[in-house]
């Protein structure tokens, strides 16, 4: 057993799979994360987190930007972004 | 009776394309009476999504019998994926070639779901009714993981394959796919029809039940198995259709709009076809989707039940299918006063030959 969050390094390049995307749902109520027969409401910090999932920007840089965006902790975020991605990757909903 | 005053957002459209299907499986979750003469055609699946997407619908499962029956198939796909729906393609792929699936990946395809019997050769062909059908589905597995496509193995268990879960694991986990479903059988029209073959013993259910236990917990963070419960064996109902009328829309290939799969077996119930009204208008008025929704209808256990809002008093055709009556409480619940039943139909079990689901 391999743990996700373990891969999530600074230099790791996290991006959404085929498969799973955001979308705007103004019926459900705003964003969702749509995923292979599922589907998960996303809050405005997931959102912003994994709107910068593009497989180009680092772990880092992901971190450093949202820091800058949200004036919070550097630690914080990194803490933040880290348990969100690790979930997710756990589900094969994000590639690391 | 009156329209509740708050219709809630669809979430899903299940979209029956057509009943014809090259597999016989003795389950099969198409009515016994099947849709044989007309299918609408891609244009009007087209509206329908884009009235789906309208109402808030975000998925679509684009199902059969076997969908790749249609040879319009891919601008069908394209339609889902303009009217701006994740496509989700439940596929026996016998039937499915390598050019159509990279002209459905193209069109926009968002995932695959291939359904295979067993992970036994001679047992897959045997349940599928179809000689060569595993090595066919093993192939077109290969060609969605090759075209970025994410791939779920769907694995429906029952008698004949039951004591097999961790080799079907180990199966869809060779084929590259992210997610495996291990579906119990729930017994509606064909498996209905088979359920003294299909029945496990309790003792099966249970050990099947702690392996998908333990292969999560060995599998974690490399496949997603997701499991739907054998709910003859359950102590409550499953929310059927996450409550009736509240999230899921589908709509048979000649256009018929029902609640769910199987709702065409409780008498009585009035359906609404996308020729003749828009899918809004179906989902607001039609007679079939307000017979079950809110609470009005509920019977005791249900009506003062804390579980009401959880499972929605389960599944309405279970209820009449088992209990003969729509209203009263799923059977399958051990609260309700027919829960004996459930019982006594869980122990009975007969080595006789399939009825094969045939077009």
Redesign the interface.
């Given at each position: 057993?391999?743990?996700?969050a373990a891969r999530l390094t600074g230099d790791a390049r996290p991006r959404l799979?085929?498969?799973?995307?955001l979308?705007q749902?103004?019926?459900?109520g705003g964003w969702?994360l749509?995923a292979?027969?599922r589907?998960f409401k996303a809050d405005t910090i997931t959102v912003e987190i994994l709107k910068r999932c593009t497989g180009v920007s680092t772990l880092d840089e992901i971190v450093d930007d949202l820091a800058k965006a949200f004036t919070a902790p550097r630690e914080r975020i990194h803490a933040d972004v880290v348990n969100l991605l690790g979930a997710l990757?756990?589900?094969?909903l994000l590639e690391v | 009776m009156a329209t509740p005053d708050a219709v809630p957002?669809p979430?899903g459209l299940l979209a029956e394309l057509t009943h014809r299907c090259p597999l016989g499986c003795p389950y099969c979750s198409n009515p016994l009476a099947l849709d044989r003469d007309h299918e609408i055609d891609a244009a009007t699946w087209a509206r329908v999504f884009r009235e789906a997407a309208a109402?808030?619908v975000?998925?679509v499962?684009l199902s059969g019998g076997e969908p790749a029956a249609r040879r319009d198939l891919p601008d069908i796909v394209k339609a889902s994926r303009d009217a701006?729906l994740?496509s989700?393609l439940i596929t026996s792929a016998v039937g499915l070639t390598p050019q159509t699936l990279a002209a459905l990946a193209d069109a926009g395809l968002?995932?695959v779901?291939i359904s295979i019997q067993d992970c036994d050769e001679a047992s897959a062909d045997h349940i599928a009714g179809y000689r060569g059908a595993l090595a066919r589905k093993r192939a077109i597995a290969g060609e969605v993981v090759q075209l970025?496509?994410?791939l779920?193995i769907n694995m429906v268990v029952h008698r004949a394959n039951i004591g097999r879960i961790e080799p079907m694991v180990e199966l869809a986990l060779s084929l590259s796919a992210?997610?495996v479903e291990i579906a119990h059988v729930q017994y509606y029209g064909w498996a209905m029809k088979n359920r003294a073959m299909l029945m496990p013993s309790r003792a099966q259910v249970d050990e099947a039940v702690r392996q998908v236990e333990l292969l999560r917990?060995?599998?974690?963070?490399?496949?997603?198995i997701?499991a739907v419960v054998p709910d003859y064996f359950a102590r409550f109902p499953k929310p059927c259709v996450g409550g009736w009328g509240r999230r899921s829309i589908n709509v048979t290939p000649a256009g018929k709009v029902l609640p769910c799969h199987a709702a065409e077996v409780i008498p009585g119930l009035e359906f609404w076809n996308v020729g003749e009204h828009s899918l809004s208008e179906i989902w607001r008025n039609s007679p079939a989707f307000n017979a079950f929704r809110g609470e009005a209808w509920m019977q005791e256990p249900c009506r003062s039940c804390a579980r009401r809002e959880q499972d929605f008093g389960g599944c309405r055709c279970q209820a009449f299918l088992v209990a003969g009556d729509a209203r009263a409480t799923d059977p399958v619940c051990h609260l309700s006063p027919r829960h004996a039943v459930v019982e006594q139909l869980a122990a009975v079990r007969e080595d006789v030959a399939y009825a094969y689901r045939r077009t």
């Open positions: 057993m391999d743990s996700s799979p085929r498969g799973v995307r979308a749902s103004e019926a459900q969702v749509l292979p027969e589907v990757a756990d589900k094969k | 957002a979430l109402l808030g975000l998925q499962h701006g994740y989700n968002d995932h779901q970025g496509l994410p779920t992210s997610r917990t060995r599998h974690h963070g490399r496949i997603v997701d």
